[in-house]
């Protein structure tokens, strides 16, 4: 019976959290006007290289390797057996590209550094590349637009992967090094610097999901070694750069998806009145279990009170929305504010030396948040057919085509927990998967209220940025997600600006 009270004490601790989340704002969309906003001085929009670049153009890459094998685990490596490609072909295309980010009326171009096209063999360092990226930072000024650079996003050569990656801190050199060839040729350049993009959204996919390299599954111990050494390693490259000639002049941060993953029932109330229902069409299990125990009034009152907290409690939603939120959000946000790594975890526990101050900024990406929705009833009583939990999205919001719905207020709140570490905030990714182009423009409005209201209440958000500038490669998802402002023909390779994103230019016009 203690180790039953303890567990359901667990139970009620995790379902507590979950529920003392930050409750969302609910704007009244009525009462807006959408077009009377103000908005950052930087307006860009963001990619990339790999995912508009494809394995055709970063061979060496460790995602060309995940491709490759076309099969993981019995499945597809990418979902409708897509393959990467030469995507957008960004890597040839990316001068005459200037011009549709002109287009827009943008000033500032997000993109990343392909770390495998630099380096591809170990200490070998490919200058060619190296002045690629520097002409078009210089392609990028003369049209008036400023580079944003991210160093790391989510691939690295095939030969550090083979060395353990970031599994591995004796590896952290090598991303350092890396780091400081890149900013000692393109400083002059660049003012605006990402480390690492999404740590917790890397780690999760990959060591526990399995679907992005190196395809791990439920290796939990691995996944958190792995942000650990993330974190290090963006620390060290923080303090390498600022050290090195212009470090002194640069702006450098750490991107952090902001995501939390919320259990669909919001009260006790409605799961206990689920399990009624469950207590109803399940009488003959209760009668046979009754039969087996001990008639003693006591343990049968002690065991119908616990599965009553268990249904109450809805675990399917609440355990997984905690767990899943402390991986994509809440570890990451506590090293920021405290500079200690998971601080409960023998073994894992890490104080890293000024952590706090080891960002100029922050980057920070949102899309929505995830709400997941339990089915046990249904599935149980079907014979495991389906799927026991899934994400959903609360009662009159648009679901996108991923996983999640509109939620400008959901920035809002992003932007304002953000800022509680002191730091100037841009938001480096926005943006919504939308194939038929029918809510692109009422997420761009919305959205950019909310960056707006932010603005008017004081938080210092200095740049904003749309994901993405055209349709990419959306990793293990393929090319099934359409998130960009240009249409992308992959035979003919042909730029198209979607209706929707006139309303993204138009908003950057009135601000002009």
């Given at each position: ?130 002045n690629h990226y520097r002409d078009f930072c210089v392609g990028l000024r003369h049209a008036g637009i400023e580079p944003m650079i991210t160093l790391h996003h989510f691939t690295h050569p095939h030969w550090f992967e083979q060395k353990g990656g970031f599994a591995n801190a004796e590896n952290i050199h090598y991303f350092v090094r890396f780091c400081e060839r890149v900013f000692t040729q393109l400083s002059s350049q660049v003012t605006l610097w990402c480390t690492i993009n999404e740590i917790g ?184 057919v389906g799927e026991c939990a899934f994400p959903h999205c609360r009662q009159g919001e648009l679901m996108t085509d991923m996983e999640y719905g509109v939620c400008p207020e959901g920035l809002y709140a992003a932007i304002k927990d953000m800022s509680q570490f002191g730091k100037p905030i841009y938001i480096t990714e926005n943006g919504v998967a939308d194939k038929h182009d029918d809510i692109r423009a009422l997420w761009i409005k919305r959205y950019l209220y909310a960056v707006s209201k932010a ?58």
């Amino acid at each position: 019976m203690h180790l039953l009270c303890y567990f359901f004490t667990v139970c009620f601790t995790i379902s507590g959290t979950s529920l003392l989340q930050a409750r969302l704002e609910h704007w009244d969309w009525r009462a807006v006007d959408l077009n009377a906003i103000t908005l950052p001085s930087i307006m860009g929009t963001s990619v990339s290289e790999y995912q508009v670049s494809g394995a055709h153009n970063c061979p060496h890459s460790n995602w060309a390797h995940w491709e490759g094998k076309k099969i993981h685990n019995g499945r597809p490596t990418i979902q409708g057996n897509d393959w990467s490609g030469s995507a957008c072909n960004f890597w040839h295309s990316c001068y005459q590209d200037i011009a549709l980010i002109k287009q827009l009326g943008c000033n500032s171009f997000r993109f990343s550094i392909e770390w495998s096209n630099i380096e591809p063999q170990e200490g070998q360092f490919c200058q060619e590349a190296i002045n690629h990226y520097r002409d078009f930072c210089v392609g990028l000024r003369h049209a008036g637009i400023e580079p944003m650079i991210t160093l790391h996003h989510f691939t690295h050569p095939h030969w550090f992967e083979q060395k353990g990656g970031f599994a591995n801190a004796e590896n952290i050199h090598y991303f350092v090094r890396f780091c400081e060839r890149v900013f000692t040729q393109l400083s002059s350049q660049v003012t605006l610097w990402c480390t690492i993009n999404e740590i917790g959204p890397f780690v999760f996919q990959g060591y526990i999901q399995g679907v992005f390299p190196p395809g791990l599954s439920g290796d939990l111990w691995t996944a958190l070694n792995v942000m650990r050494t993330m974190m290090q390693a963006h620390c060290a490259v923080y303090k390498a750069l600022k050290a090195l000639p212009g470090g002194d002049k640069a702006q450098i941060g750490l991107v952090h998806q902001y995501l939390t993953i919320e259990s669909h029932t919001t009260s006790y109330m409605q799961p206990a009145l689920q399990m009624l229902g469950t207590y109803a069409a399940g009488a003959t299990l209760w009668s046979m279990w009754a039969s087996l125990v001990p008639k003693t009034t006591k343990f049968r009152t002690s065991w119908a009170l616990g599965v009553a907290a268990l249904g109450a409690l809805n675990p399917v939603e609440r355990i997984p929305a905690w767990f899943m939120t402390y991986i994509f959000n809440d570890a990451l946000m506590h090293f920021l504010k405290t500079g200690t790594v998971f601080p409960f975890i023998p073994g894992l526990r890490l104080t890293i030396a000024d952590g706090r101050d080891c960002c100029d900024f922050i980057g920070l990406n949102f899309y929505s948040r995830v709400v997941i929705e339990s089915r046990l009833i249904a599935y149980v009583l079907s014979g495991g057919v389906g799927e026991c939990a899934f994400p959903h999205c609360r009662q009159g919001e648009l679901m996108t085509d991923m996983e999640y719905g509109v939620c400008p207020e959901g920035l809002y709140a992003a932007i304002k927990d953000m800022s509680q570490f002191g730091k100037p905030i841009y938001i480096t990714e926005n943006g919504v998967a939308d194939k038929h182009d029918d809510i692109r423009a009422l997420w761009i409005k919305r959205y950019l209220y909310a960056v707006s209201k932010a603005l008017a209440d004081g938080y210092d958000v200095r740049g904003y940025y749309y994901w993405s500038l055209m349709d990419n490669f959306e990793w293990d998802r393929g090319y099934g997600q359409r998130f960009g402002l240009y249409e992308v023909d992959r035979i003919t390779q042909q730029r198209r600006l979607r209706h929707s994103a006139q309303c993204y230019a138009e908003a950057i016009e009135r601000q002009r």
